[in-house]
């Protein structure tokens, strides 16, 4: 039972925020979690959940049960835009023996997972509801949600992700997420090759195209395009321009194209960001995408959520005669850097890959370089 925290309020239940109420519940505090969305039902861009991510779900017990939702994923293969196999290069495992080295999911069921696990430990999650205000009241802080009740609370966690209410209210100031100059077009595929996991095809102008296997039955196909933002592309069009848009690939990728479901295709404008320090006002903490956002390119986005919340987790059971503001900056100070070569690293290959600071000749050593550094302990 933590001494510090009895009762905690998550906002948001993505990554991040499912994670911090198991991490959380699991230390002994009682857990409320608001979360703007209907219900769990999720959609959204399909994940890659990397062997440092199954490692932190592996902390908190739900790392099997991810697994067993998703199709592990043990080799990288690379290939040329016209589909000549480059490399198959073998992921490497920093998790434990009976994990797999990586795992590709829907968002659906990996948040889902992460919910049920959460609701069956004692979360209690109020959908539809989010804060309107969080103010001190001598050591504790209290939220006025939108559901009518204004209960209080020893911690909050803004779990909001990247246009994070909790950010706005709290930490005014703070620096908000950039536009990267890259979009992301990503559409779902039947899973041709069920042996087939993850590779990456690439291109001379500027598109960076990468395949996952999610379920038995699906994959999904991703392109990475340097463009304005796209407010203006009519979602109408979606299917037809993200099937011109891999028109010079071939081999594997050109039979995706050809087998893109209609109505499965999505484009989103990437962001990056990190919050200079502190991310902890008083009682209040930011966690996962409201106080980092990554580009996907090193594909560690979810994982530092993950991580975030598994750490808070801990910090706050370990907190042995340390009151919660020296916890909380101690988190901060544990999980700042990791995060920020995240994001760097990441932003650094989206600006490579759209043809800024000299072209992409150092990208796979980065990628290297960040993987190498991410494998070090949480
Ligand atoms: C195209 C793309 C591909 C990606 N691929 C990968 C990948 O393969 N692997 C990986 O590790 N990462 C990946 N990421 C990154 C990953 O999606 C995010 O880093 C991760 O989802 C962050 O988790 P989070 O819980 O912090 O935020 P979110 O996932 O954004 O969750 C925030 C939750 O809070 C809710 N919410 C928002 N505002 C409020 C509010 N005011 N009140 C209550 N609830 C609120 C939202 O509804 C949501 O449920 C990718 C990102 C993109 C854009």
Redesign the pocket.
Known sequence: MSLLVHKALV?????????AAIALLRVGAEVDV????LDDR?F???????SP?LRALDAIGVAESVVAEGIPIDTLELQTADGAEVARVPIPNVAREGLPPSV?IT?RAF?STLYNAASAAGAKIHHE???ESLVDVDHQVQATLTNGTSPIYDLVVG????????RRLRFPNASLPQYAGQC?W?GRIPRRDRTKGLFRGMAGDGKDVGM?SVSEEHCYV?CLVAQPKPERIDPASFTVTFKEMLAEFGGDVEWARDHIEEGTVSV?A??WHVMDKPWHDGRVVL?????H????QI????????E??VVLGEMVAAADGDDLASTLNKFVDRRYERCKLVVEASTQISRWQQGLDGGNSRQAQLTDETWAALAQPM
């Open positions: 906002v948001g239940g993505g990554p991040a925020g499912l994670t608001v979360e703007l969305a999720i959204g861009s399909e994940l890659l959940l990397s991510n590709g968002r948040y509801t989010t804060v779990a909001d992700g990247w246009m994070s209410t909790v992301v990503r996952i991703m989103a990437l962001h966690i996962g995408d409201a106080a956002t990554t580009t996907p594909g560690y986005g979810a994982g530092l959520a993950v975030d919340a």
